[in-house]
């Protein structure tokens, strides 16, 4: 019964009489630092001329790509993007391209990867660019890629052409 009658009077009596407002603060001698930083994934490197193909007339065309990973790194670490919108424009990973199945090789001794053109690309050309980049991936980072552009040429992949790009 006690409690209850002294619950009430405790606030009755910090209402009245309400705390003086204080300033209050601490200092504390003791320093702390640290750093961050980002992972730097190391790009690829192109081991070779890349080379156009043209299939027949077009048909069946196909780009390959000579690229070795950086030291540690191995194909399953590996993505292809592209670009068809000319060179300079965003680069996507090619949907539904299969990179294991057509790239032959190894860590040690390098890659030689094939990306086949579209259709339409490779039989009417009207020198369509392609830029091709293989990229590194790992913990969420991406590395700078190595590229390479593409010429399907005029029609039927004639005059059609590959060139490594200089590294980004």
Same mark, same amino acid.
């Given at each position: 019964m !006690?409690?209850?009658l002294?619950?009430?009077?405790?606030?009755?009596?910090? @209402? @009245?009489n309400?705390?003086? @407002?204080?300033?209050?603060?601490w200092?504390?001698?003791q /320093?702390?630092?640290?750093?961050?930083?980002?992972?730097?994934?190391p790009?690829?490197?192109?081991?070779?001329?890349?080379? /156009?193909?043209?299939?027949?007339?077009?048909?069946?065309?196909?780009?390959?790509?000579?690229?070795?990973?950086?030291?540690? /790194?191995?194909?399953?670490?590996?993505? @292809?993007?592209?670009?068809?919108?000319?060179? =300079?424009?965003? #680069?996507?990973?090619?949907t539904? /391209?299969?990179?294991?199945?057509?790239?032959?090789?190894n860590?040690?001794?390098?890659?030689i990867?094939?990306?086949?053109?579209?259709?339409? !690309?490779?039989?009417i050309?009207?020198?369509?660019?392609?830029?091709?980049?293989?990229?590194?991936?790992?913990? =969420?980072?991406?590395?700078?890629?190595?590229?390479?552009a593409s010429?399907?040429? #005029?029609?039927g992949g004639?005059?059609?052409?590959?060139?490594n790009?200089?590294?980004?």
């Open positions: !006690g409690l209850l002294a619950l009430p009077l405790a606030v009755v009596l910090s @209402v @009245v309400p705390p003086s @407002v204080t300033e209050a603060a200092q504390r001698g /320093y702390s630092s640290g750093s961050f930083g980002t992972v730097t994934i790009a690829p490197t192109l081991n070779g001329q890349c080379t /156009y193909d043209p299939g027949f007339l077009g048909a069946g065309a196909f780009v390959r790509i000579l690229w070795k990973p950086p030291a540690g /790194y191995t194909l399953a670490n590996a993505e @292809v993007q592209a670009s068809t919108s000319g060179l =300079g424009s965003a #680069l996507a990973p090619l539904g /391209y299969n990179l294991a199945g057509n790239t032959t090789g860590a040690t001794s390098g890659y990867t094939e990306v086949q053109t579209n259709l339409l !690309g490779g039989l050309g009207l020198g369509t660019e392609l830029q091709i980049a293989i990229v590194i991936k790992d913990l =969420g980072w991406t590395s700078k890629p190595a590229s390479v010429n399907a040429g #005029l029609v004639l005059g059609g052409n590959c060139r790009l200089p590294a980004a």
